[in-house]
Structures are given as structure tokens and as C-alpha cells.
């Protein structure tokens, strides 16, 4: 306790404070020509650097440290101080003034705690900045406060800031997003935009004139940009929106598949895998119906690469499932990917059993051939995949299997569909033969009518005439059931 205090009574005096502070913010936060260079060579990799938490192996990172924990332990006598130090900086414009000036915004944005309250910042973004950015426009010079701008906007958006002055600040964002824009300010400016939309008291009805254009510059920088920490960032700033505007976002959905669906593959690095497949998995749950041919082949082929199941990949299954009430044109490829997460997980899967039987039910007499075989295949595997007992009450309960007899006694399918049909009777007599003959009892007593025989009879007159060689093992189960019946 003596060592605290007099280091603070004798080292640490105010005017050492003062001095301190402000030489940090004067000397050391100041804009090297080494970032310049960097800032050149490597757009990207320099603005990735600048999030890095590695801030003592820097000068200027550990320097900005320094003054924040500065500010934060001596507030009262630092922070008219930094006061001083905006008003000084306001009408610098030289190229060395401005890296100052940078330092002192860059100040602003870190001592955001210490300064709210203090500083009226909406007159500084209204009066000062925007007017700033304004006159500065085609000044190549510039570009060093446009990108300060756009990181101290992203500080400070979510302290308060009126409905008024946040219009102003989404169409500052959105102005440094442009196209034409240096790419480390547009980065910037977007990673702004995500603090933006990520305020706890976020009004959509602001944000939704803002919205498309928004969506339309994050997915051209996307498309421009090569890292993939940068990939990722600019995805999770989608995933942000995307979780703050819901259904809004419905109109872009397409267009986001489309841009994402390039960047997955089997050698795809897990992290972008993981940000993709959260990312799909919003956009499937929102815009699901409306979705494309390319989102489905996406899917598909993110299940079939997908090396073990995940709480995000099974979120996607009831949409999947609901697409069997919507889709016709792409049945079949709705059909696979329920099949891949049969595959992938059919503990999970199948505890949606009823749901999927149910909504295939509804299909059986609908379909045209070649689907009834689709869809067999994809029930089919669906048996195969676990016991009798896990699936055994959703077949009943689901109609699914009354569906099929009561088509085939009614005489309303092709040989070769109801070949495919009853090949699902011959895989359940194979599991449990009182199964199959209690449910097709089951169904005659609903009709009030002793079906047993008429269904051999359908049975037999149909199938015989098509069936292959290799189909006679599972067609002799389903005789053989009915022989024991019999019996």
C-alpha cells in the first residue's frame, strides 16, 4: 500500500499524467511510415493486424493501451484534456497534421467510456465530420481520417446516439463502403456498420431504407476480398444484419447463396466451414421457401462434406422437411438431402420421423413414377437406418403405409410403382412380419372390409408381371408373411 502510494503521490503526479498522455496520443499513436507501406502492400492483411489483440509486441497498439488505462484511472483531469485536444485538431488539414489528427480521433473512439457524457459527440458527427468528409472527397490525402472516421463511428454508435444522428451515421458508413473507396477504409466502414446494427436498442424501421444498399456493399467487398479472416469477418457482419433485420432480409437471400456457395468445398478451412454454415443456416430458416436451385445443390454438398453432425446442420432439417410441402420441380433433390442426414445422423434425424412420414404420405397416388420411386428410396433408407421401434408408431400414425394399401386396393399405380411401394411391406416383413400383418388388419377395420386377400390379390397380379430377378428376395418376404398369416 506504501509503494502504491507513493509511486502515484511522487511518479505518477498530474502534471506527469498530463504530459504523458499527451505525448502518447502526440508521438506514439501516430501513423508510421511502416503501416503506410503495409497499408499498400497488403490492404487486407494490415487491417486484419489492426484487430489483433497482440497488442505488446506493437508501439503504437501498446501506446494506445497505455492511454486508455491512463484515461480510465485519472478521467477527470484527462479528459478535459482530450476536449481540448478535439477542437485543436478541427481545422488541420496538412498532410503531417492529419496523422495527428487521426491519433486524436483514434483517442476519441478508445476513451469512448471515459468521454460519453462529456464530449457531445452528435454535434461532432453532424457539424464536423460529415462536412469534413464532404470537402474532402476527392483528396487522395484524406483517406487516412476516412478510414479514423469510419472506426470511431463503430465506437461510439451505440452510446446513445439519436434516431437523427444515426441516419447520418449509416449514410457516412455507407458512403465510405462505396466501391470506388480505398478497400482498408471500406473494411472499416463496414465493420462500423455491424456495430451499428448490433446496438441493443436497435430500430429496424431506421436501418431499412439503408438495407439494400448495405447488403449490395457488403457482398461486392465480399467478392472482392481474398483472406480468409477477412471472409470471415465480412460474413459474420452479414450474419449480424441478418440476425437484427429476419424476414426483411428474405429479397437478398438468393443473391447471398449464390455469392457464398463458391467459397465451399472439402478443402474449405474448418473456421470459413463453420461461418458458412452459420450463415446458411439464418438464411434457411428465414427464406427458405424462396430459395434457388444452387442453395439446395449447396446444401446438399455441404451435408456430403460435412465429416460428423453439428447442433447448426440439424437446425436446417425442419426447414428441409417443410420444402416437401412447397417444392415439386426439385422434389428429387430435397429428397437427397434428407437422405444425407439420414446418413449423417439418423438418431436426430428420425425423431422427426412423424414429420417426414406424414408429408410423404400426402404425396403417395400424387406422384408421378419415376418420384414414387424417390421417394421409396428415400423411406427406404430411413428404415434401414434404425429400428423398427424408433419409426415403428410415426408409420402408423402417420398414414403413410394405409396410403400405399388403400392406393394399391383402388388399383391407381403403375406395375413398377407399386412394385416400389410394397418393396417397403417386403423390408418391414423382414424387421417384424406381425407388424406389417396387424397394420394392413388395421386399415381393413377402418374401411370395414377384410383386406388381407384383395391386397395379396393387387399384390400379385401386379408385381409378379415386373418384378426383376433381383427384386425376388424381398417380394418372397412379403409372401411369406402372408403364408404365415395363413397358416
Not at 23 to 38: A, I, N
Not at 77 to 90: D, F, G, K, T, Y
Not at 304 to 310: A, D, G, K
Request: aromatic share 10%; hydrophobic share 45%.
Amino acid at each position: 500500500m506504501e509503494s502504491h502510494r507513493l509511486i502515484h503521490e511522487q511518479f505518477l503526479t498530474p502534471q506527469f499524467v498530463s504530459m504523458c498522455a499527451e505525448t502518447l496520443v502526440s508521438q506514439y499513436m501516430l501513423l508510421t511510415p511502416r503501416d503506410f507501406q503495409k497499408w499498400e502492400e497488403d490492404p487486407e492483411g494490415w487491417a486484419n493486424d489492426l484487430d489483433s489483440e497482440n497488442w505488446e509486441f506493437e508501439l503504437r497498439p501498446c501506446a494506445e493501451v497505455t492511454f486508455m488505462s491512463l484515461l480510465n484511472y485519472y478521467r477527470d483531469q484527462l479528459v478535459p484534456i482530450m476536449l481540448n485536444l478535439v477542437e485543436r485538431v478541427a481545422t488541420m488539414t496538412d498532410q503531417q497534421s492529419l496523422l495527428f489528427k487521426d491519433a486524436v480521433y483514434g483517442a476519441i473512439g478508445l476513451g469512448v467510456h471515459s468521454l460519453y457524457g462529456k464530449l457531445d459527440f452528435e454535434p461532432l458527427v453532424m457539424n464536423r465530420l460529415a462536412m469534413e468528409l464532404r470537402e474532402n472527397k476527392d483528396n487522395p490525402n484524406f483517406r487516412i481520417l476516412r478510414r479514423r472516421i469510419g472506426w470511431m463511428l463503430g465506437k461510439w454508435v451505440n452510446e446513445g446516439i439519436s434516431a437523427d444522428c444515426r441516419k447520418v451515421i449509416y449514410e457516412i458508413l455507407l458512403e465510405l463502403m462505396a466501391e470506388n473507396e480505398d478497400l482498408v477504409v471500406r473494411l472499416t466502414a463496414a465493420n462500423g456498420l455491424k456495430q451499428a446494427v448490433d446496438d441493443w436498442d436497435f430500430d429496424i424501421s431506421i436501418v431499412l431504407p439503408y438495407l439494400g444498399t448495405a447488403m449490395s456493399l457488403l457482398m461486392s467487398l465480399l467478392n472482392q476480398v481474398e483472406e480468409s479472416d477477412t471472409i470471415m469477418k465480412l460474413i459474420s457482419y452479414i450474419n449480424s444484419i441478418m440476425d437484427r433485420t429476419g424476414s426483411d432480409i428474405i429479397p437478398y437471400a438468393g443473391q447471398i447463396i449464390q455469392l457464398l456457395a463458391p467459397l465451399w468445398s472439402p478443402t474449405t478451412e474448418p473456421l470459413l466451414q463453420s461461418s458458412l454454415v452459420i450463415t446458411f443456416t439464418k438464411i434457411t430458416s428465414e427464406a427458405h421457401i424462396y430459395l434457388l436451385e444452387d442453395s439446395l445443390d449447396l446444401w446438399w454438398t455441404l451435408l456430403q462434406t460435412t465429416p460428423h453432425s453439428s447442433s447448426d446442420i440439424m437446425s436446417l432439417l425442419p426447414a428441409g422437411l417443410e420444402l416437401l410441402d412447397y417444392d415439386t420441380e426439385n422434389l428429387r433433390k430435397v429428397l437427397k438431402i434428407i437422405e444425407s442426414y439420414i446418413l449423417l445422423d439418423p438418431e436426430t434425424t428420425l425423431q422427426h420421423s412423424l414429420t417426414l412420414f406424414s408429408k410423404l404420405a400426402a404425396k403417395i397416388g400424387s406422384s408421378r413414377e419415376h418420384a414414387a420411386s424417390y421417394i421409396v428410396h428415400t423411406i427406404d433408407l430411413a428404415l434401414q437406418s434404425a429400428p423398427l421401434q424408433v419409426y415403428g408408431e410415426s408409420l402408423v400414425q402417420s398414414g403413410l403405409l394405409a396410403n400405399i394399401l388403400n392406393i394399391l386396393i383402388q388399383d391407381q399405380m403403375y406395375g413398377y410403382a407399386v412394385m416400389n411401394y410394397m418393396n417397403l411391406f417386403s423390408r418391414l416383413s423382414i424387421y417384424d412380419a406381425n407388424f406389417v400383418i396387424q397394420m394392413i388388419q388395421l386399415t381393413g377395420q377402418q374401411q370395414q372390409d377384410d383386406i388381407l386377400g384383395s391386397i395379396f390379390d393387387r399384390w400379385l397380379d401386379k408385381v409378379i408381371l415386373t418384378t426383376t430377378k433381383d427384386d425376388n428376395n424381398n417380394n418372397s418376404s412379403l409372401y411369406l408373411s402372408y403364408s404365415r398369416y395363413l397358416a
